[in-house]
């Protein structure tokens, strides 16, 4: 009987009057369509409160409501009858009824159509968060205001008033609750919809008229909260009653009046909301003055600011954008932004957030890197875009806040360091000064505690997050040549007191450690004209960081893994290690404390133990052995240590004597040892390798030079050759084969059958073309035509013009391109250690 109710009268009402309404005929006095329209619309009321009267009973809610002839799996249930309620009101109703007011507002009509309005809101309850979103997006808080003040000013119509009141009741509440979630645990639920409840019958006004009544001080203080709500509830979703300029200004004179009445009383719930008007009509709107600012900055004291907290990248920019109110809400916003964002479980699964089972660190770190950036992040990088200073903030939240917001903090600004490309230098001159000030409070504080007291639990939370930044700083914007050299400035003594940090930590504290080493290495490595005798002296006279280097390196493989230091520590320190023989034989520098290595021990891992350790520890030790090599393995920083499987038995030969203390025998194993990485093709293994060689090779020749000799023409030396020049042109024509072959063609005798080989790589060259060639590569295939010239090949004449035209066209196209380009010097993290690639560099000694 229901349906039947609801489908003949109105129904055919409607099919009437959408059929007559766009008539230019059409007069509203005479026209019988609009009082078919109001009986329709009776009619579909009645129908809304019967669904209503049916909804609260339980019993009826599972009653069917079948005909005998529909099938059982057709049943129409009181719920199916309030969805199709919900979906004619929807898609026919409010067309309708808008679409004859735009000609004449009918009181009659828009009563009912209000109240029809507020029972959808109970008839289907799951889906009254999308029907309240969908009205107020679409304009119907403005329309029932508009309504109110056209037909209900001077307490006319008063059962449309109610009407409209009662809908714009049950609307605004449920976008209370839908807009924070939080207004349930603040009690203020409540109190909002008593204001609502007390002053939406009295608000019969044009919004156009509403900022005169926000100026008038004699006007109700309740009745300006309600516009406030109002226009709050209208703007979050988009509906912008008054123009922003308009809403800014009397938001203004609001807080203003209650500061000259000296009360800062103002309803949580009411301040937030005139806080979020704000905040979003700030931009078109004039800069705040002192006075302005004074009166804001008191009234949002007046209350817990988590409390007025919203999660809107415009609160951002209001509140950073005044430095009087950064100063004080500043780094509590920032806080909050960072951790009461939500949650985005479409965006990111816990599939892809979460670490799998079994993926190891590099992997891990290496998807971190690819993956996208959150909202919140990506709000921050535009925030710092037009206030800088907001690095300043977070870098302070990095220093004193605990983790997991301290790591946040560190992840945002490296971010921002990232991708900030065209202010990258300022960002990183401000926040010299301010980390350079964070790590003299924890060198104070570690001086005064001690070392074995209270530092050590502080610096796990704040000194690993401020090294991390610091390492972030150095490789965004890498400092200057002279910057180094001057005692007073800020990167010398950045440099000075992550060194004296170091000395004072416990041993292989891993989460100060590592970061620290990371960026004493950095320091170092990213070019070693940064550093003068002066940073290098200050560094080898830290008797502290010279005894973690020792703790960490002189660790016996023979000992489980629970007691030694971590895989990335000992690279780290490998690393630094390295840097610091290469620098003090640059500089003379003196050394306070030499550190003791065994040299045996790291020859036989590199031979033996390869299978069993991570490729970038061996690339450490690489690293570690070519700096010794260039020193001629007699470096100050460094006492060596050897044994007989080395050198051999006593009294040593004349080769072994020579070669001490890594002897001919060692020097073989040596060789065999990076013939055999270098056949593995890892890309930073293969480049540590092949430089070690040199180096080795280099060594060989200037302590006995028929031993280097035969390490070149060595069979398993030409072994290695023959595999690359057999792998195809990827391989032999990479950057490190090429400076390869350049090496083994310098240090070899006329007794070796090279010309073969060189044609073969000759060959492929011209095949391939010399554009296709990176600059490395066609650096070191410069190199490789140079000492083609110099070594006295037997040739024809014919193979000579080709190699003099391939260098030829080397040079045109190294000016064409770049002629003034100099290779960059990057560092990338690998799993958690900082690798600075220019010490992996293939073009960096020329001489070979």
């Known amino acids: 009987m229901c349906f039947s109710l609801l489908f003949s009268v109105p129904h055919s009402a409607l099919i009437y009057f959408q059929g007559n309404l766009g008539k230019s005929d059409f007069s509203i006095k005479t026209s019988k369509s609009t009082e078919f329209l109001l009986q329709a619309v009776i009619c579909f009321q009645a129908a809304c409160r019967l669904a209503e009267e049916c909804a609260s009973h339980p019993a009826l809610m599972e009653n069917p409501f079948t005909a005998p002839h529909k099938q059982s799996d057709t049943q129409d249930s009181v719920q199916s009858l309030c969805q199709c309620l919900l979906h004619l009101c929807d898609s026919v109703w409010i067309p309708t009824i808008l679409r004859m007011c735009e000609f004449s507002p009918s009181a009659e009509i828009l009563q009912n159509l209000y109240s029809i309005l507020s029972s959808q809101f109970t008839l289907f309850p799951s889906l009254k968060a999308v029907f309240a979103k969908k009205l107020a997006s679409s304009g119907f808080i403005r329309l029932c205001v508009e309504h109110k003040s056209l037909l209900c000013a001077g307490n006319r119509n008063p059962d449309l008033n109610a009407s409209c009141c009662g809908f714009l009741q049950t609307l605004s509440m449920t976008l209370v609750s839908l807009s924070d979630p939080r207004f349930d645990s603040y009690h203020d639920f409540e109190e909002v919809e008593n ?36 226009l709050y509830l209208a703007l979050q979703e988009g509906d ?76 951002l920019r209001f509140i950073c954008g005044y430095n009087q109110l950064a100063e004080k809400f500043g780094s509590l916003v920032l806080e909050l932004w960072l951790t009461e964002q939500p949650r985005h479980t479409e965006e990111e699964p816990a599939s892809v957030v979460m670490q799998k089972k079994g993926e190891d660190q590099e992997h891990l770190e290496e998807r971190r890197q690819y ?23 977070l870098l302070d939240m990095v220093s004193t806040k605990e983790a ?13 360091l990232q991708h900030q490309k065209e202010n990258t230098a300022d960002l990183c001159l401000k926040l010299g000064p301010a980390l350079l000030q964070a790590l003299q409070r924890i060198s104070v504080e570690s001086m005064e505690q001690g070392r074995d007291q209270g530092y050590n639990a502080r610096a796990v939370s704040s000194l690993p997050v401020l090294l991390k930044l610091l390492c972030a700083t150095l490789t965004t914007d890498p ?187 060692g020097a073989m194993c040596l060789l065999n040892a990076l013939s055999g990485l270098i056949l593995q093709k890892h890309e ?127 040079e045109r196209q190294t000016t064409e391109e770049s002629p003034d380009f100099t290779p960059p010097s990057s560092t990338v993290y690998v799993g958690d250690v900082l690798v600075c690639m220019a010490d992996f560099s293939l073009t960096a000694d020329s001489s070979l």
């Open 404 to 416: 997991p917001l301290s790591e946040r903090a560190l992840d945002v600004l490296q971010f921002i």
């Open 684 to 810: 930073v293994l293969l480049r540590a390798s092949v430089s070690c060689l040199r180096s080795l090779l280099g060594f060989l020749k200037r302590k006995n030079l028929p031993t280097a000799m035969y390490a070149v023409c060595h069979p398993w030396t030409r072994f290695l050759l023959h595999c690359l020049l057999s792998s195809g042109e990827s391989c032999f024509l990479h950057p490190a084969i090429l400076l390869l072959i350049t090496v083994l063609l310098k240090h070899s005798s006329s007794a070796v059958p090279w010309e073969p080989d060189l044609r073969h790589v000759i060959e492929s060259l011209e095949k391939r073309g010399l554009k296709e060639l990176s600059w490395e590569a066609a650096h070191t295939l410069t190199l490789l035509l140079k000492q083609i010239q110099m070594t006295a090949l037997p040739t024809t004449e014919e193979y000579k013009l080709r190699v003099m035209r391939m260098m030829e066209a080397l």
């Open 371 to 393: 993956q996208q950036p959150d909202t919140e992040t990506m709000e921050l990088l535009a925030l710092v875009q037009k206030i800088p200073d907001v690095t300043l903030i």
């Open 195 to 230: 204001l609502l409840a007390h002053n939406l019958p009295s608000l019969c006004y044009h919004p156009s008229d509403w900022p005169s009544l926000f100026c008038e001080y004699q006007e109700s203080r309740s009745s300006q909260y309600c516009l406030v709500m109002v």
């Open 240 to 315: 912008r009653l008054l123009p922003d300029q308009t809403v800014f200004s009397s938001m203004l004179w609001l807080l203003q009046s209650v500061q000259e009445q000296g009360s800062c009383a103002v309803p949580r719930f009411v301040l937030r909301s005139a806080l979020y008007l704000l905040a979003v009509t700030q931009d078109k709107s004039p800069t705040l003055d002192r006075v302005a600012l004074n009166n804001i900055s008191k009234v949002l004291s007046s209350q817990s600011f988590r409390s007025l907290y919203f999660h809107h990248p415009a609160l």
């Open 479 to 665: 400092p200057s040549p002279s910057l180094y050299s001057n005692m007073e400035g800020i990167h010398f003594k950045l440099l000075y007191h992550v060194s004296s940090i170091v000395g004072i930590l416990k041993p292989w504290n891993t989460e100060s450690l590592l970061p620290a080493f990371n960026y004493l290495h950095c320091c170092l490595s990213l070019s070693p004209a940064h550093c003068t005798d002066r940073a290098v002296s200050m560094l080898l006279s830290n008797g502290g960081l010279m005894d973690q280097l020792q703790a960490v390196i002189s660790s016996a493989p023979s000992l489980p893994p629970s007691a030694r230091p971590p895989p990335a520590l000992r690279c780290s320190g490998h690393l630094l290690l390295s840097s610091l023989i290469t620098l003090q034989r640059v500089h003379s520098a003196q050394v306070c404390k030499s550190i003791s290595l065994s040299l045996d021990t790291a020859v036989h891992r590199l031979l033996l133990q390869k299978r069993n350790t991570e490729n970038l520890l061996l690339v450490s030790y690489l690293r570690l052995l070519q700096a010794l090599l260039d020193a001629d393995l007699t470096s100050a920083v460094v006492l060596l240590d050897s044994g007989p499987g080395l050198v051999g038995s006593q009294p040593l030969g004349i080769e072994d004597g020579a070669l001490y203390p890594l002897g001919f025998k």
